[in-house]
């Protein structure tokens, strides 16, 4: 494999895995699926998840965020005020923010204090 080759498999697994919080393992199966076509990947991965969303208020956000890493299969979460972004990340981030940064998750509660606040999440559809 020359260094260009392998140069470009991993520029397409860093776009793939930045936009779906796959883990490197996973975007690269995603990429050879696909045959390393990243919007065919990104259109296979889309089709694969579904978008649910809660509606919250306080600092119930925080609890309802920790509930959603627990369960597994879920693999972005989007916390908006006012049909705003307030926080979007990818939960295999979101786990390290939950230990090093819950400040964060924080900020976002007491942003969801002023207001009604909705957590979307996007989950694989075959549950893994």
């Known amino acids: ?24 393992a996973d975007a690269r199966q995603l990429l050879e699926a696909n045959s390393w076509d990243v919007m065919e990947a990104l259109i296979a991965y889309e089709n694969q998840t579904i978008t649910s969303r809660w509606e919250v ?8 965020v920790k509930q959603l890493i627990k369960r597994g299969n879920v693999t972005n979460i989007r916390i908006k005020a006012n049909d705003r972004i307030v926080m979007e990340f990818p939960v295999t981030i979101g786990v390290i923010g939950t230990v090093l940064a ?6 976002a509660g007491l942003t969801c204090l002023l207001t009604k606040c909705t957590i979307e999440f996007d989950q694989l559809k075959n549950g893994h």
């Open 1 to 24: 494999m020359t260094v260009e080759l392998l140069s470009e498999e991993l520029q397409k697994i860093d776009v793939i895995r930045e936009r779906t919080g796959l883990s490197f």
């Open 102 to 107: 819950p400040k964060l998750i924080l900020l």
């Open 57 to 64: 208020r306080g600092l119930e956000v925080v609890d309802k």
